[in-house]
């Protein structure tokens, strides 16, 4: 089986003084004890080393929003991948929606992210998810599947068995509207059935599909319980303590 991962999204959320709270009361919440699920926490890029300050040696792993797909150069205010590698990052989101709508992100350059991540040792989470007008125009499937299609085309197929995939349908996202399970569940079978294709079936059944989209304490047990429901991308529920916690002892 495989085991929970559930990842906090602080977004552009947070002061030096606020997340050495938020860290602190989540490691203290986890107890040493065996977490339920693995964790990690995805902070804005400044905070990357107070993460690695406060997180090193615990069960808590950190990594960020975003990534250059340029190695190193003339790119003002981006941020290398190697840069992340630098701060002992191990994850990066790429794709999220809100980069892929107010930064014009497309298909293939969120694929390259991917690739870059890859390249730097990091796990990239690649982000899926329809809007609103695409779901009720029922292009639910052929948005999600060319979104992913773009990654499995860029990356090999064994780069493909690295990555964590997240299904954020952008209607659920900080709206506190959720997919009721079985929504969710038939994309995540979807990206599944798709990720098969490319890795064939052991390894398709390896990789995680983290759902994301108001995943609260309150639904969180629901969703997860879902058989291709792999974990959460948490936004808003994962800046305060008790409930990023609560999300994970519901795996
Ligand atoms: O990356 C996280 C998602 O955008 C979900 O955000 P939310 O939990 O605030 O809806």
Known sequence: MRPKLVV????????RAANATL???IVAGLGGAKAKA????????????????????????????DVSVHASGAYTGEVAAAMLADFACRYVIVGHS?????????NELVARKAKAALDAGLTPIVCVGETLAQREANQTAAVVGEQLGTVLETLSPEEVTKIVVAYEPVWAIGTGKTATPAMAQEVHAQLRAQLKVRVGKEAAQQLHILYGGSMKPDNA???MAQPDIDGGLIGGASLKAAEFLAIINAA
């Not at 690695?52 to 960020?64: D, F, K, N």
């Not at 809100?98 to 497309?106: S, T």
């Open 38 to 65: 693995a964790c990690a926490v995805c902070a804005p890029a400044p905070y990357l080393a107070q993460c690695q300050e406060l997180l090193a040696g615990t069960p808590v792993a950190w990594g960020a929003q």
């Open 8 to 15: 906090g999204n602080w977004k552009m959320n947070g002061s």
């Open 23 to 25: 860290l602190s009361g």
């Open 98 to 106: 809100e980069r892929r709508a107010y930064h014009g992100e497309g």
């Open 221 to 223: 047990a629901e969703l």
